[in-house]
């Protein structure tokens, strides 16, 4: 009878430890803005651990789990995509850091929503919300943005693990929808141009 619990227990942890499995993501690409007119000036990128460590977990049935790495995803589409904006980034461990910038930009992650669908010939949809906190040197914050961006694909009667491209393509394009939004409204912003 101990030797049947045992058992019992060793499979279901394999059950569990087997059913979990971490979206793949391609790196976010450098997006295509136009017309942007960039800064001057160096500015810090500050993403907090946190941030970059974010993962979203969706149960796709009563024993799979699904994780989408979303916050190394924002992490990586910021480092690449906040150059477009301003003449130099710098990666800072902090809002107080000792190089020379003229602004701290800290992004966050207000919501992150997939939906995966029944039946499965209904779209794979996404949506993020991005914000942009952006700091002076003394802390003071200077400007703020909030900005969503949604998206949806379809590709035929894909489900299961031949469906998971089709779940990382809608995410993207939502974190891009976003991102593109954050990069105009940074370029724009009149609170930052008067600051210079």
Same mark, same amino acid.
């Given at each position: 009878? *101990?030797? +049947?619990?045992? $058992?019992? @227990?060793?499979?279901?942890?394999?059950? #569990?430890?087997?059913?979990?499995?971490?979206? /793949?993501?391609?790196?976010?690409?450098?997006?295509?803005?136009?017309?942007?007119?960039?800064?001057?000036?160096?500015?810090? =990128? !500050?993403?907090?651990?946190?941030?970059?460590?974010?993962?979203?977990?969706?149960? $796709?049935?009563?024993?799979?789990?699904?994780?989408?790495?979303?916050?190394?995803?924002?992490?990586?589409?910021?480092?690449?995509? $906040?150059?477009?904006?301003?003449?130099?980034? #710098?990666? @800072?461990?902090?809002?107080?850091? %000792?190089?020379? @910038?003229?602004?701290?930009?800290?992004?966050?992650? +207000?919501?992150?929503? %997939? $939906? #995966?669908?029944? %039946? &499965?010939?209904? %779209? !794979?949809?996404?949506?993020?919300?991005?914000?942009?906190? +952006?700091?002076?040197?003394?802390?003071?914050? +200077? !400007?703020?943005?909030?900005?969503?961006?949604?998206?949806?694909?379809? *590709?035929?009667?894909?489900?299961?693990?031949?469906?998971?491209? =089709?779940? &990382? /393509?809608?995410?993207?394009?939502?974190?891009?929808?976003?991102?593109?939004? #954050?990069? /105009?409204? =940074? &370029?724009?912003?009149?609170? =930052?141009?008067?600051?210079?």
């Amino acid at each position: 009878m *101990k030797c +049947v619990r045992i $058992t019992f @227990v060793v499979l279901s942890l394999f059950v #569990i430890a087997g059913c979990a499995t971490q979206l /793949e993501m391609n790196p976010p690409p450098t997006l295509d803005v136009e017309d942007i007119k960039q800064h001057p000036y160096a500015v810090g =990128l !500050y993403i907090p651990m946190g941030l970059k460590e974010r993962v979203f977990s969706v149960n $796709t049935s009563p024993f799979d789990v699904l994780t989408y790495p979303i916050g190394q995803q924002t992490a990586l589409a910021f480092q690449k995509n $906040t150059p477009l904006v301003f003449k130099k980034v #710098i990666d @800072v461990d902090s809002r107080n850091p %000792p190089q020379k @910038v003229k602004f701290i930009l800290q992004p966050s992650i +207000v919501k992150f929503s %997939p $939906t #995966i669908p029944h %039946p &499965a010939y209904n %779209p !794979y949809m996404a949506t993020v919300v991005y914000k942009i906190d +952006v700091f002076d040197r003394s802390g003071k914050k +200077v !400007y703020t943005q909030t900005a969503a961006g949604e998206a949806q694909t379809s *590709k035929g009667l894909l489900s299961g693990f031949s469906a998971l491209g =089709l779940l &990382a /393509e809608a995410a993207q394009m939502a974190m891009d929808k976003a991102m593109k939004q #954050i990069l /105009e409204g =940074l &370029a724009t912003a009149e609170e =930052l141009k008067a600051l210079k």
